[in-house]
Antibody
Framework: EVQLVESGGGLVQPGTSLRLSCAAS????????MHWVRQAPGKGLEWVSG????????DYADSVKGRFTISRDNSKYSLYLEMNTLRVEDTALYYC???????????????????WGQGTMVTVSS | DIVMTQSPATLSVSPGERATLSCRASQSVSSNVAWYQQKPGQAPRLLIY???TRATGIPGRFSGSGSETEFTLTISSLQSEDFAVYYC?????????FGQGTKVDNK
């Protein structure tokens, strides 16, 4: 079964750090670009960051640039999000998602997000 | 960044009726648009990619159309399980961006 399972969320104070993990199974992990998407309580979806198969292409939303770092370990079938200097507005359910990669451009293949995990909740509060 | 604007914010539809959801991109995104369905307490589910291709297992009552800047998701005959929030997303440019969502509720 194709599956993504996030972990690492929790309640933290503003200014602190947290590391999220996403464990993949049921597919060849290093064939795919991966993403983090978040959803604040009662709000819509916000793309956070994406990383291509070999970590050669990485992008961030402006709202997290300079504070968050995405990475992956293909040998462990795992995706990570290192979150530093957390703010109250970072409070959200964080999903990892697989990129189905049907559209090829600029040396990479990208697409819609076809597999999602169930999310891990991050709450930033004093 | 490309802004995706969905309309309406809420669509009230009776079961069996047709639902038409719109999404407009602030600049051309070719056909690199996806639609997702999200029910309360669940992760989003991919419905449509490439503007009009149904994802695996998605019923035929869901269809997508459009290109460049104007896109539409149509549910031909709404079923009770279709009441949910629907999001469009562009993947033509970085950063990826989502619309703010359209909630389809029971009239």
């Amino acid at each position: 079964e194709v599956q993504l399972v996030e972990s690492g969320g929790g309640l933290v104070q503003p200014g602190t750090s947290l590391r999220l993990s996403c464990a993949a199974s049921g597919f060849t992990f290093d064939d795919y670009t991966m993403h983090w998407v978040r959803q604040a309580p009662g709000k819509g979806l916000e793309w956070v960051s994406g990383i291509n198969w070999n970590s050669g292409r990485i992008d961030y939303a402006d709202s997290v640039k300079g504070r968050f770092t995405i990475s992956r370990d293909n040998s462990k079938y795992s995706l990570y999000l290192e979150m530093n200097t957390l703010r109250v507005e970072d409070t959200a359910l964080y999903y990892c998602a697989r990129d189905e990669g049907a559209y090829c451009s600029g040396g990479g293949c990208y697409g819609a997000f076809d597999i999602w995990g169930q999310g891990t909740m991050v709450t930033v509060s004093s | 960044d490309i802004v995706m604007t969905q309309s309406p914010a809420t669509l009230s539809v009776s079961p069996g009726e047709r639902a038409t959801l719109s999404c407009r991109a602030s600049q051309s995104v070719s056909s690199n648009v996806a639609w997702y369905q999200q029910k309360p307490g669940q992760a989003p589910r991919l419905l449509i990619y490439g503007a009009f291709t149904r994802a695996t297992g998605i019923p035929g009552r869901f269809s997508g159309s459009g290109s460049e800047t104007e896109f539409t998701l149509t549910i031909s005959s709404l079923q009770s399980e279709d009441f949910a929030v629907y999001y469009c997303q562009q993947y033509n440019n970085w950063p990826r961006t989502f619309g703010q969502g359209t909630k389809v509720d029971n009239k």
